[in-house]
């Protein structure tokens, strides 16, 4: 299975602090049945500078420390981006480092509010033909509150990938309850691990599967936890239903927002 979102190296970000600490998660990555990763380090101007060319080299020698030590996991460039108002920019400078290379970028989300240029900012990359992918919209208190905006978000065509901690507790009774809900209305398309430690309760596919499968059913974890994240590695279009909470089947389509309205006439 694959891992879309993950600190896998060590000493570059909140991830690992070491070879042995990076080691031991990336057994655990394994374990829990994770054969393809994307690292996805920090990219923070003046915090976490790990531009593309730099991740580049991390999975060159990453990888290579893989295969000596035996750890069947394959490894692809990838980023978590913070999104402040430069992002564009700093794509254009050539500093984001797409997921596997393809049209797919990973977009970080504070754990606060969601900045008020959020939707212009994820436009912007749209119109640049960058997908995003929000990350862990649940444990972000202001979509807690505001979950129609998120979905407003997700209609734009714009994908989100839930962090699996979440659905167990790990980030708090707020974020857990939002990951359930977000799952079950289809406001979320992808779940990954977004591991940063080996230490504490294992969140890989072979132990999210069961509670994945009793919030959403066999079939569409199927599509959350491993047709969509293969789509993601091959740049391919995401369908993001909106369900009603209570039903499996699509909730009829709402009439739609600015943004909405806007990808229509487009
Ligand atoms: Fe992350």
Not at 62 to 87: K, W
Not at 167 to 195: N, T, W
Request: glycine share 8%; proline share 8%.
């Amino acid at each position: 299975m694959i891992d879309l979102h993950v600190h896998l190296f060590p000493g570059i970000d909140d991830g690992p602090k070491d070879w042995d600490v990076a080691l031991a998660l990336a057994r655990k990555a394994y374990e829990g049945g994770i054969r393809t990763a994307t690292i996805t380090p920090h990219h923070m101007p003046g915090t976490y500078e790990n531009t593309a060319e730099q991740i580049q080299s991390y999975v060159r020698e990453l990888q290579a420390v893989y295969e000596r030590e035996g750890i069947d996991i394959q490894l692809l460039p990838g980023q978590e981006a913070y999104p402040e108002g430069d992002l564009r920019e700093r794509y254009e400078r050539g500093e984001l480092q797409t997921l596997a290379g393809g049209s797919y970028l990973l977009v970080d989300l504070p754990q606060q509010d969601c900045p008020f240029y959020m939707e212009q900012l994820l436009f912007s990359l749209q119109a640049k033909g960058i997908l995003p992918i929000l990350a862990h919209p649940e444990r972000n208190r202001t979509l807690r509150h505001h979950p129609e905006r998120l979905e407003e978000i997700i209609r734009t065509g714009v994908r989100a990938v839930m962090s699996a901690g979440s659905m167990h507790g790990a980030y708090g009774p707020s974020a857990q309850k939002a990951s359930h809900d977000f799952l079950q209305r289809g406001l979320i398309q992808i779940v990954a691990s977004d591991a940063h430690h080996p230490e504490g309760p294992a969140f890989f596919p072979l132990q999210n599967r069961p509670l994945v499968e009793s919030l959403i059913g066999p079939d569409r974890a199927w599509e959350v936890m491993e047709r969509n994240p293969q789509w993601v590695l091959e740049s391919k279009e995401i369908p993001a239903p909106i369900y009603d909470r209570e039903s499996s089947e699509p909730a009829k389509k709402k009439s739609g927002g600015f943004w909405s309205r806007l990808f229509a006439r487009a």
